[in-house]
């Protein structure tokens, strides 16, 4: 996501993504490690010289990211186990339009 040049934690951002995936559990962080990066910044600078702005918030967008690789999870998932069913069985898999 780039979404401007709002500056967000590190911790900010990993409290947004628990709340997409609906994580109830603690998030914990090792601040005993020398090179932790308590912040990130994309500098977007180029993109504007483009005439690109951000048009969708940061939560907003990780909540979309989070469901669509959900709805994409699902369906592999859903994949794999007609495939495994129709091995096991022994019939064949068409794909939709063929």
């Not at 590190?10 to 962080?29: P, Q």
């Not at 500098?43 to 010289?49: I, N």
């Not at 369906?75 to 022994?90: I, K, Q």
Request: positive net charge; hydrophobic residues 35%.
């Amino acid at each position: 996501s780039t979404s401007g040049s709002a500056d967000i934690s590190i911790r900010e951002l990993a409290k947004l993504v628990r709340e997409a995936v609906g994580f109830e559990g603690e998030i914990v962080f090792d601040t005993g490690k020398p090179d932790t990066t308590p912040r990130k910044l994309l500098d977007v600078s180029k993109l504007r010289e483009l005439g690109w702005q951000p048009t969708i918030p940061l939560p907003e967008s990780i909540r979309r990211t989070v469901e669509s690789y959900s709805s994409v999870a699902a369906a592999l998932w859903r994949t794999r186990v007609v495939a495994t069913a129709s091995r096991r069985c022994g019939f064949g898999l068409r794909t939709m339009g063929r």
